[in-house]
């Protein structure tokens, strides 16, 4: 691997601000990694032309009072980007080209970013697997036939095998934590309100949060530091105090309270993520935290409670795709077929499928007993957490009940693929912030993921539980460039 | 419960997709084995339960009522589907 692509963002950012790098330097190499990563599928839209243009106008006239001056990244294609084709990995938005910028993004281009394109995720984020994109699914690098995990396995993918030094990912049911935990890389949900939603393409509003995703840590806080800001135009959006999460980084996390939640325990959960969870145990303790036992008795009920909220929402939000003002449209013989066409033949099987789940669970007649039933169930989940942190500081899982699985392996079970979730979703129906960080491997050598659940608004007190753990963990990803020939 | 093949089309027509048998028959298949694993919610009783509509317990902040122009009508039509300057081109509603 080239010397500057295997950087952490921190250590580019010192590069730069030092003058041993230049922006041109760092986005070229970047660039040349990401050109010979075809066989990854990791890039929906490639902008290499523009970034050179915009790291050579950076290096005449640099700018280092900014966080990542001159600093190249590669964003998932669910965050919509002025003038450069955002997808969301769909056929009906693949055409479609946004006269506006997301927040995130721009807060990311506001401290020096620069964009080197948009990478791939499951069509508007509905999928574990990355199986569902239109434009193919996005291979692990970890190994050619597993998948990356999803929603935002483009991101994770690029993160894993070095073609951006940080990236964005949007997180709806654990879609920045499981492909993480696969590819052996940090990603952090960040609190529901604290990065506005402004221009991601919609696909659960309330349980939608982007976060970054990147190979360490202290890279991790301080993108969360750029992209977390109120924002006016998205009305959930929570102005609270924020902190300077890269500057308050510590690793000091003596006394602090740690809860083990034994409902994680699940029938069927190999003893080597049993093993990985006890480890991370131990390491807390090392670390002065103290470990106390947790009970967090709905969690069974999370994954039938997202699957009934997530496609409601996910049915009234896309039912602006209707061929007429953006995107892909079919030829019908009136307007009503030319809808039922456009939607047909634009939107993929696991999209199509969750509008109709969507469209029942709030049809007359059934609201109550599935939406209605699901808010409610949804309320005792947050409960039980509220109960929790009257105990503790903190809460340690697995990520995932697996690590990565092979590409095919799931696409014809439906049900068998959602309960790749079932750690993560209770933690968005919450909308609590939480960390995956890669702990370790399994037998056959893929990567397993802790995850640390923290307090709404307090990213900074889980940044530092998961900057203390990743020190002892010491994890070193296998990544074997396979796919360069 | 059994989800049958009629309200199968009768929701597809609802979400405005087009299904024809074969994918009728398929998503019956799919949303019975979702709904049998989703049915696990009414082991709870949840009577006195308030429901949970958004996890962020603020109040909505007001704002003037201002118009932002960005004067942006060629850019947004140009994304529209149906080649026209001036409009969005929609198959005939009016006979």
Redesign the interface.
Known sequence: MNSITSQSLTTLVKNIKNKKLSSQEVTKAFIERSEKSKDLNAYITEDYANALSKAKKFDQNPNFDLKIPGIPIAVKDLFCTYNVKTTAGSKILS???P?YESTVTQNIWNEGGILLGKLNCDEFAMGSSNETSFFGNVKNPIDKDLVPGGSSGGSAAAISGHLTPITIGTDTGGSIRQPASFTGTVGLKPT??SCSRYGIVAFAS?LDQAGPMAQSVEDCALLQEIISTYD?KD??S??FKRNSLSKELTREIKGKKIGIPKEYRVDGMPVEIEKLWQKGIEYAKDCGAEIIDISLP?T??A???Y??VAPAEA?SNL?RY????????SK??????????T??DG?GEEV??R???G??VL?SGYYDA?Y?????????I?NDFDHAYKKVDAIITPSTPSSAFKIGEKTND??SM?LNDIFTVPVN???LPAISIPAGHDTKGYPLGLQIIGKAFQEQELLNIAYALEEKINFKNKVNDWWIK | MMIDLKTIKHISKLSRISVDEKKAQKLRVDLNSIFEFIEKLNELKTDNVQPLTSVAETTLKLRPDEVHSHNLRDEIIRNSPEDNKDFFVVPKVVE
């Open positions: 055409n479609f080209v006269t529901y309100g309330s006016p009305s959930t929570i102005d709905h069974k009920y994954l039938p409670t699957y009934i049915s039912a209707d061929g007429v003002k953006y995107g892909f449209r019908g013989e009136n307007l009503i077929d030319m809808y039922e066409k939607r047909s939107f199509q499928r509008i109709i789940i469209t029942y049809s599935y209605l039933k699901a808010q409610k169930v949804r309320k005792l947050k439906p049900v959602y129906l919450a909308g």
